[in-house]
């Protein structure tokens, strides 16, 4: 493997790349579902019998005995139903003038309760009205509650409040109470949901520990809780229909992760067995929360110089459980003291020297060992203060222990809130930062806190969430920075005011929205052409039918947004190449954020690579797309009015046209750098994991040399048509890039090429293309060429193919192809000694 000593740090193995959102089929022992005595669902003024989109039946309210007086009460449906809101339960609300009360008759013991909650106008009222109150027995759930207040706070379009409560009697009441401080208020409710549920929340003894206090805290019958988030972390959302028979739903983490370091998530290796310890019911958690994680980035001395960090707002002045889920799914970490870590909750440790296999083994009763669930429980106390505070999750790689492995896992994340001595679980309603953006963040407390500067944009979670993350951790070996020294700001922006922010949009064609429902069939999913980190992308037709596009929709909930979205049109709109993709105009409508691009026929070059159903391309084909991307990032690089890097340069954003021309696309992460040559601009580190220039990571200092490496990972890609970060392989081949240069390097690179280009590459273009490869993959950007001279390379072995004796046998696996010596900066030389092809070169502008 490459050696990376000349950064000053020291490499862990190669298999830790394995931290990348892969998915496996994993084995697993089969789980019981629980079976709830209760599973209750009531549309509150729906239709007899509905069917939501997760195959659940509703029934109506209307006519139902569990209504106490009707007279104080009248169904309406919604005035306007925004696309985004499912119809079940959400489109038909019960209204409330004056108290009511819903008595249901259920089984004694402890229930999920949950509330729907969509606020549109009802029966002519204005949605800024309806504030209310709701209690279940002694228990306040809401108080002077605005539904519209919080949906605009938190940037969604819709509520679900989800309570767990034990009943002692055969009924349960739940009342709506207009307030008394609004002339015109009123109350309603789209949906209640009953469920029973196990007692799976409190602790054996009915004791827990208070983070920082040590002191006991008990969580039993007379506890009530507010599920505030429930993550799988690493892992894709969970919907009610898959969970345990529980009913919850799971939200994938990335929103909540603060900074750019966010690791890297995985699925657990082929054949792997999870086991749920005896002591544990396997209906605590869903098999999709354990057989994926997040952990920390491959190299252990970056590992010890910061935290892997969650950021959640919650309300002041309550108690908070916070259940976090682990289970260890990497085949090489089986046994204790391999992977040590510290837990920090609310800038306090909560717990040291956490070891997921010790802990496993401690609830089998024996040995410890991989694929076992485990969980721990742990009370934070948030003080009075501001209405809303941050209450930090960090994790941080245990050194004292001297563990194998400078790293740490999480698979799954829950909170709750507490109920207060008075029985309330109220907080105040959200007040949307628009007006007064900016607020401090508490200082870290203990632990190894690193110092963390960023801003994050975006909203606060209720179900559906807009946190837009932007930020990194300033790394350096000779820097050792402790948290209360650290700070941020927060600004709180929905998508449409941050665009109105200084943003000139008359650069390109302006489409509304309408436009694009009707391009788009409202969206028909028969015309779903992908799904990227920014949202799903369609294709459709504009003018008339007259062009075909393709249209790349923003999805409120991905951890791309606002910027990336003004940095694609700002770019594009300004860039005009042959082998760069063409924005045609955007939208910005209804909160919605859409890029229009040229339509690409042939979509990205990934798919024609490998996991597909597509013939193989052929050995010159693949040369001329090489060629092709290698001419557009020449010209970002050269051709255009500022240096601009790509910053993101792979397979995937590499399009085809009907005519399989490559255009380089995506370019949200872009960065515009003053000058060429030697200069570098100094930022936060983005990118995709495999892919990502190795002195860029380290060193946060990005230069168009950083395109240059991720190309070389494109053509090793496009060479030997696999993956270029494969965990199931043996350790030293999951990184393509090192795998490959390691073979070039003992000559034997002929030997892991597609097998359908076996015998089809002449050798003198093999070479060629190969060294032009593994330069690109140096370690240092000094190393390698300048995109000119990669397209130079790359057309010239197109001429060797070429010209290339059909009498001479092709690259194949019994011809070992002899190594060229690396020389640093003698590439130029190189290629002046090289024969010529009569001068002749395209224009890249």
């Not at 010790?358 to 060992?369: F, P, R, S």
Request: hydrophobic share 35%; charged share 20%; aromatic share 10%.
């Amino acid at each position: 493997m490459r050696n990376t000593e000349k950064f000053g740090l020291v490499s862990l193995p190669i298999f830790i790349i394995l931290y990348l959102a892969f998915t496996i089929q994993v084995h697993v022992t089969l789980a019981d579902n629980y079976v709830p005595t209760e599973n209750i669902l009531l549309s509150c003024g729906g239709p007899p019998v509905t069917t939501d989109t997760d195959g659940r039946k509703w029934t109506t309210d209307v006519g139902s005995k569990y209504l106490s007086a009707t007279g104080n009460s009248k169904t309406s449906k919604a005035a306007t139903q925004d696309p985004s809101v499912p119809k079940v339960p959400y489109l038909n609300a019960r209204v409330f003038y004056k108290n009511f009360t819903y008595s249901i008759p259920i089984v004694a013991g402890r229930k999920f309760v949950r509330l729907y909650f969509n606020p549109a106008s009802y029966a002519g009222l204005n949605p800024s009205d309806g504030i209310f109150s709701v209690t279940v027995g002694s228990y306040t759930l809401l108080k002077n509650f605005s539904a519209a207040q919080t949906a605009k706070a938190m940037n969604c379009a819709f509520l679900v409040k989800e309570y767990s409560i034990n009943v002692d009697g055969a009924t349960l009441n739940i009342s709506f109470a207009p307030s008394t401080k609004a002339p015109k208020a009123y109350a309603f409710v789209n949906g209640i949901e009953i469920v029973s549920m196990p007692d799976i929340y409190g602790s054996t003894d009915g004791t827990l520990e208070i983070v920082g206090q040590k002191s006991p805290f008990y969580i039993g019958n007379s506890t009530a809780l507010e599920n505030i988030y429930r993550l799988n972390v690493g892992g894709y959302p969970i919907s009610p229909s898959h969970d345990t028979g529980l009913y919850r739903r799971w939200e994938d983490d990335l929103l909540y992760i603060y900074g750019a370091a966010d690791g890297v998530s995985y699925s657990g290796y082929p054949n792997m067995m999870i086991q749920y310890p005896p002591s544990m019911p396997t209906y605590v958690a869903p098999l999709d929360v354990y057989s994926s994680a997040r952990s920390m980035e491959p190299n252990a001395q970056i590992n010890v110089n910061y935290n892997l960090n969650w950021v959640f707002s919650v309300d002041s002045g309550f108690s908070y459980l916070v259940r976090l889920h682990f289970c260890e799914i990497r085949s090489i970490i089986t046994r204790i003291n391999q992977v040590v870590f510290d837990i920090f909750l609310y800038n306090q440790t909560a717990e040291s020297q956490m070891d997921v296999i010790g802990w496993a083994g401690v609830k089998l009763g024996a040995a410890g060992k991989n694929g076992v669930p485990v969980y721990k429980d742990y009370v934070v106390i948030i003080p009075n203060g501001s209405p809303q505070q941050d209450m930090w999750l960090e994790l941080h790689p245990n050194t004292v222990e001297k563990p194998t492995h400078y790293d740490v896992i999480l698979n799954g994340v829950e909170i709750f809130k507490v109920n207060d001595s008075n029985g309330n679980l109220a907080g105040l309603n959200p007040i949307s930062d628009v007006t007064n953006p900016i607020r401090d963040r508490p200082p870290s407390g203990d632990g190894k806190i690193k110092s963390r500067k960023a801003i994050i944009i975006g909203g606060v979670s209720c179900g559906i969430v807009l946190v837009l993350v932007i930020g990194f951790f300033l790394i350096a070996a000779s820097h050792r920075w402790h948290g209360k020294d650290s700070s941020a700001r927060v600004v709180s922006l929905g998508w449409h005011q941050e665009l109105e922010r200084g943003f000139t949009k008359n650069l390109c064609r302006h489409f509304s929205f309408a436009e694009i429902n009707t391009a788009t069939k409202n969206f028909d999913e028969a015309l779903l052409l992908g799904v990227g980190g920014f949202g799903k992308v369609y294709k459709g037709e504009i003018d008339g039918g007259a062009t075909k596009v393709a249209m790349k929709r923003g999805n409120p909930q991905s951890d791309q947004g606002v910027h990336e979205f003004q940095t694609e049109i700002e770019m594009l709109s300004k860039l005009r190449h042959h082998h760069l993709v063409s924005l045609i105009g955007y939208c910005e409508e209804n909160c919605e954020m859409i890029l229009v691009y040229d339509y690409m026929s042939h979509g990205t070059l990934r798919e024609h690579l490998y996991k597909t159903q597509k013939p193989p391309l052929p050995w010159k084909r693949r040369l001329e797309i090489c060629i092709g991307a290698a001419r557009g990032l020449h010209y970002l690089h050269t051709g255009a009015k500022y240096t601009i890097i790509h910053r993101d340069v792979k397979t995937t954003n590499i399009l085809l046209d009907e005519n399989w021309v490559a255009k380089v696309s995506d370019f949200g992460l872009s960065k515009l750098s003053p000058t060429l040559d030697n200069t570098h601009v100094t930022t936060v580190v983005k990118g995709s994991f495999g892919y990502m220039d190795p002195e860029y990571f380290l060193l946060q200092q990005l230069t168009t040399k950083s395109d240059v490496y991720s190309f070389g990972v494109v053509l090793f890609e496009i060479l030997c048509a696999r993956p270029v970060l494969d965990p199931t392989l043996p350790e030293e081949e999951v990184s393509l890039a090192e795998w490959a240069a390691h073979c070039h390097k003992i000559g034997i690179l002929d030997q892991i090429i597609d097998p359908h280009l076996k015998g089809k590459i002449a050798p003198e273009c093999f070479k060629r293309f190969a060294k032009t490869a593994v330069r690109c993959v140096a370690d240092q950007g000094i190393d390698r060429p300048s995109m000119d001279e990669v397209l130079w390379n790359l057309e010239f072995s197109v001429l060797l193919q070429d010209s290339a004796n059909e009498s001479h046998k092709g690259i194949g696996s019994k011809i070992h192809i002899e190594e060229v010596p690396f020389v640093p900066n003698k590439w130029k030389d190189d290629l002046d000694a090289s024969p010529t092809f009569d001068g002749h070169r395209e224009s890249t502008c």
